[in-house]
């Protein structure tokens, strides 16, 4: 099945995520995560759980 252009997907975050999960993380909090802090969960053993919502190439949300 092939995917149309405003499917969104859901997938785990990769290292390549987190410059548009940090730009996300800073309009949507007063006191935002910084990007060693997801680099650092990833690192953790998060990665397990994290995930992206993507739509085409571009993440439009998360979970950690």
Known sequence: MK???EEVRIEPVTRDDIGEIVAIERTSFS????RGM???ELSAGGVLHAR???R?????G???
């Open 31 to 34: 006191d935002p995560w910084s």
């Open 38 to 40: 997801f680099e650092s």
């Open 52 to 54: 992206t919502a993507k």
């Open 3 to 5: 995917s149309g252009p």
């Open 56 to 60: 085409g190439k571009r993440v439009i």
């Open 62 to 64: 998360y979970l950690f």
